[in-house]
């Protein structure tokens, strides 16, 4: 028995044939997954549920992880994909759960996470209470970079609108203590989203809205590698920024 795959199912509330039907297999195939702790899925297959379950390939079927371990710089890069709208929203939910010290979201309007993620305001305030620090890095909605690059996105929910949006959600939680927000202009561009030693990359492109962005999923493994270099990158605007509310902004 894959041990391992059974509870990351229960924990995930999918069914065998629901799982089977996300990665495009046949119910008895995730039968026999489950029920032969031997058996190791093609690594599309193997992918596909790890997106679904939110887990990690080492934690489902270690010895395939540890035959295509990585050593070279790239060994950082956990997962890529073309858009960030193809990043699943149980990876988010899985990251932001196991977090126990730092989640940091320094996108430009961060206003998707309100939307993909249940009760999210609720989930960051239990964080902040059990000692997680907790920050926002957003986009200034009046600034003229904003206005700049609403023209460039020509969109009907403008970017000022979904910072705004974000704002008006991060206003009930702010009393948290272990909640903070910044407004920034370094970060235009690139999204950094830190949980831990997990991180989520979006270098934003021309013309283009956050979703539809290529997204790198890093886990950190060495000292001033690709992980640690985007962290002193949000770090440095985060000493630079400029607190959302009276009293906030502090280290």
Same mark, same amino acid.
């Given at each position: 028995?894959?041990?391992?795959?059974?509870?990351?199912?229960?924990?995930?509330?999918?069914?065998?044939?629901?799982?089977?039907?996300?990665?495009?297999?046949?119910?008895?195939?995730?039968?026999?997954?489950?029920?032969?702790?031997?058996?190791?899925?093609?690594?599309?297959?193997?992918?596909?549920?790890?997106?679904?379950?939110?887990?990690?390939?080492?934690?489902?079927?270690?010895?395939?992880?540890?035959?295509?371990?990585?050593?070279?710089?790239?060994?950082?890069?956990?997962?890529?994909?073309?858009?960030?709208?193809?990043?699943?929203?149980?990876?988010?939910?899985?990251?932001?759960?196991?977090?126990?010290?730092?989640?940091?979201?320094?996108?430009?309007?961060?206003?998707?996470?309100?939307?993909?993620?249940?009760?999210?305001?609720?989930?960051?305030?239990? *964080?902040?209470?059990? $000692?997680?620090?907790? &920050? +926002?890095?957003? @986009?200034?909605?009046?600034? =003229?970079?904003? %206005?700049?690059?609403?023209?460039?996105?020509?969109?009907?929910?403008?970017?000022?609108?979904?910072?705004?949006?974000?704002?008006?959600?991060?206003?009930?939680? *702010?009393?948290?203590? $272990?909640?903070?927000? &910044? +407004?920034?202009? @370094?970060?235009?561009?690139? =999204?950094?989203? %830190?949980?831990?030693?997990?991180?989520?990359?979006?270098?934003?492109?021309?013309?283009?809205?956050?979703?539809?962005?290529?997204?790198?999923?890093?886990?950190?493994?060495?000292?001033? $590698?690709?992980?640690? &270099? +985007?962290?002193?990158?949000?770090?440095?605007?985060?000493?630079?920024?400029?607190?959302?509310?009276?009293?906030?902004?502090?280290?």
């Amino acid at each position: 028995m894959n041990e391992a795959l059974r509870r990351a199912l229960l924990r995930a509330h999918l069914t065998d044939r629901q799982l089977a039907e996300r990665c495009g297999v046949d119910i008895k195939t995730v039968g026999r997954w489950i029920t032969e702790a031997g058996r190791v899925p093609h690594a599309r297959h193997r992918w596909s549920v790890c997106e679904a379950l939110g887990e990690d390939e080492a934690v489902l079927w270690p010895t395939a992880a540890k035959k295509a371990i990585k050593v070279g710089p790239d060994r950082e890069v956990v997962s890529v994909y073309p858009y960030r709208s193809g990043c699943p929203a149980s990876l988010w939910r899985s990251l932001i759960t196991k977090a126990e010290r730092e989640l940091t979201f320094a996108g430009y309007t961060d206003y998707f996470l309100w939307l993909e993620q249940a009760r999210f305001g609720a989930a960051l305030q239990r *964080k902040a209470a059990r $000692g997680c620090r907790v &920050r +926002f890095l957003l @986009g200034d909605p009046d600034s =003229s970079l904003t %206005r700049s690059r609403e023209r460039d996105e020509d969109v009907a929910l403008t970017l000022s609108t979904r910072i705004r949006v974000t704002l008006a959600e991060l206003e009930k939680i *702010k009393k948290q203590p $272990g909640i903070d927000a &910044r +407004f920034s202009e @370094g970060h235009a561009h690139l =999204s950094v989203f %830190r949980f831990d030693d997990d991180m989520i990359v979006t270098p934003l492109l021309t013309h283009s809205v956050g979703h539809d962005a290529p997204t790198l999923h890093l886990r950190r493994r060495q000292d001033d $590698g690709m992980f640690d &270099r +985007f962290a002193s990158h949000v770090e440095e605007l985060w000493s630079r920024g400029s607190p959302v509310w009276e009293g906030g902004g502090d280290e």
